[in-house]
């Protein structure tokens, strides 16, 4: 097991009937800027919630926030933010809220072009307090100090991490998942079945009790999700598949391991060039990228196989590794997701040849051992 540090220092507060505990978690005398996103809290009623609940508060709103959040919508909140003296941020909605607020928490602090945060890693020294009511469970991002931004002008899809944008705290109500569409539903539990892969699947460094909470948590998931599938208003599903989500990038399952990130890093791609889904992207690219280093991450796959989908222990590894490709496969299918580039009219040939020459351009390389070359993206893609 590798050294770590780990610190948690978000509140959740998790269940029925809790977006009204959001009163007593703002000081009255902080000016609350509240951000969402297309207007769904308005119809689930989660908008008058928080607005009962926060009667006593100064609340300014900023709507409109995108899945995949875009910086130059981002930027006109951070104007009001300066503007207005916002001095904390409230998102309401699901993870792209959260990751916008994120991003409009450190850029109104941040001297200089606030792209360079995502660009250039450019160091957060402050942040806008920030907390969240969760509204969809995907990301993870109410228990993370990450987010993910868009950038229309330049067809980009980049990452930053800060210890001064973990929220203080997170409000999850399951019922508040009721009336999410199904095709939001199964690109979250994709998204946190990925999430919780890129930090298992990779090679060795004993890490048991780890591995054991990982795996468990996609046995629960892959349970769990059915019956939401089933019954989109079965409260203890949708609660212990919001939890799954949640746990699964809170960092404390992979504290010690080895991570990889290569399927998130090709993914974003696919979305900043032809605007598929988050959920979409991952199921194409994580079977390729898995069949293509299966001799990195075998003994990792062999022992899900095992562990997760009921193989038999005394196969050969490289056999058991392909079992957990193919059941994977399975898994998304059986979720309706299409998991080719050409089930979404992609030319793969033109995907392949745009990625790979933008790793170049980055002179990048993927994954947990820092040997997944341009050129490997691109046969990656050629194969998805």
Not at 1 to 22: H, L, S, Y
Not at 349 to 356: C, G, L, M, P, R
Not at 359 to 365: I, M, P, Y
Request: with cysteine.
């Amino acid at each position: 097991m590798n050294n770590f540090e780990f610190q948690a220092p978000t509140k959740i507060i998790f269940g029925r009937d809790t977006i009204k505990q959001v009163a007593n978690e703002i000081p009255k005398n902080k000016k609350i800027l509240m951000t969402y996103g297309g207007g769904s809290i308005r119809k689930n009623g989660v908008y008058k919630k928080v607005m009962e609940a926060l009667s006593e508060h100064t609340v300014m709103e900023f709507g409109g926030i995108e899945p995949n959040p875009k910086f130059e919508t981002l930027m006109q909140a951070v104007e009001i933010v300066k503007n207005e003296n916002i001095d904390f941020l409230l998102s309401v909605g699901g993870g792209s809220t959260l990751d916008g607020t994120k991003f409009i928490a450190a850029a109104a602090k941040f001297e200089g072009d606030p792209w360079t945060i995502l660009s250039e890693g450019a160091e957060i020294k402050d942040a806008i307090p920030l907390a969240d009511i969760i509204t969809l469970p995907a990301t993870g991002s109410e228990m993370n100090n990450g987010a993910v931004i868009s950038r229309l002008s330049t067809n980009e899809k980049l990452a930053f991490h800060s210890n001064f944008v973990y929220p203080k705290f997170s409000i999850i109500d399951p019922e508040t998942t009721y009336s999410l569409p199904e095709k939001q539903t199964v690109n979250g539990i994709i998204d946190t079945f990925v999430h919780t892969m890129e930090q298992y699947a990779t090679y060795e460094v004993n890490t048991p009790l780890q591995d054991q909470w990982m795996l468990g948590l996609i046995k629960t998931l892959m349970e769990e999700s059915k019956k939401v599938l089933q019954n989109p208003t079965n409260y203890d599903a949708r609660a212990n598949v919001f939890w799954c989500a949640t746990c699964g990038l809170n960092y404390w399952m992979s504290l010690g391991c080895i991570q990889d990130w290569s399927t998130h890093m090709i993914g974003h791609e696919l979305t900043a060039f032809y605007g598929l889904d988050h959920g979409e992207s991952l199921a194409i690219v994580l079977p390729r990228v898995w069949k293509n280093r299966k001799n990195d991450k075998m003994q990792k796959l062999a022992k899900m196989a095992v562990e997760v989908f009921g193989a038999n222990e005394f196969l050969p590894k490289n056999i058991l590794a392909d079992i957990t490709i193919d059941k994977t496969k399975k898994f998304f299918k059986s979720l309706g997701r299409r998991i080719k580039l050409s089930d979404y009219g992609i030319d793969k040939a033109e995907a392949a040849k745009k990625i790979s020459e933008r790793f170049k351009e980055r002179k990048a390389v993927l994954g947990e051992k820092c040997n997944i070359t341009p050129d490997e993206v691109y046969d990656i893609l050629m194969h998805c």
